[in-house]
């Protein structure tokens, strides 16, 4: 089964707490799901699918072999799992989540022209990102 989005953005949770988009930061010891994210689409725009994104920002950080990376990915999606929509990038931080036409996916600053160009563009297929409280 698929799980990635094609041509989509992820725009900005509507209760989104920011006005411009923020670079997340660790608390404590460990790195939390929005710096491991963010690093990945940060450092490699177009690179990684909705799938890897989140496979990988679960694995990393877990102090788990490499020898076993695919055993668990297949482990991982056997069970349903939280798309990006959930992710704290666009609920939280002010990221969009821009995906092209390989499912592949980008950070997007919502305080950026190119934002506000994909959220105007007519092939793309918009979707909010979860809310953080319930209306």
């Given at each position: 089964?698929d799980l990635?989005?094609y041509?989509t953005?992820?725009?900005?949770?509507d209760?989104?707490?920011?006005?411009?988009?923020?670079?997340?930061s660790?608390?404590?010891?460990?790195?939390t799901i929005?710096v491991?994210?963010?690093?990945?689409?940060a450092?490699s725009?177009?690179?990684?699918?909705?799938?890897d994104?989140l496979?990988?920002?679960?694995f990393r950080?877990?102090?788990?072999?490499?020898?076993?990376?695919?055993?668990m990915?297949d482990a991982?999606?056997a069970?349903?799992q939280a798309c990006?929509?959930?992710?704290p990038l666009?609920?939280?931080?002010?990221?969009?989540?821009a995906?092209d036409?390989?499912g592949r996916?980008?950070?997007c600053?919502?305080?950026s022209?190119e934002y506000?160009d994909?959220l105007?563009?007519?092939?793309?297929?918009v979707?909010?990102?979860?809310?953080?409280?319930?209306?």
């Amino acid at each position: 089964m698929d799980l990635n989005y094609y041509q989509t953005l992820i725009a900005v949770a509507d209760d989104c707490p920011v006005t411009e988009s923020v670079v997340p930061s660790n608390r404590g010891a460990g790195k939390t799901i929005a710096v491991v994210q963010y690093e990945m689409l940060a450092g490699s725009p177009y690179v990684y699918t909705q799938e890897d994104v989140l496979f990988e920002s679960w694995f990393r950080r877990r102090d788990l072999p490499d020898a076993s990376r695919q055993q668990m990915r297949d482990a991982f999606f056997a069970r349903s799992q939280a798309c990006l929509r959930a992710s704290p990038l666009p609920k939280k931080y002010g990221w969009g989540l821009a995906f092209d036409t390989e499912g592949r996916v980008a950070l997007c600053p919502m305080d950026s022209r190119e934002y506000q160009d994909l959220l105007a563009d007519d092939s793309m297929n918009v979707l909010k990102a979860l809310r953080t409280s319930r209306a």
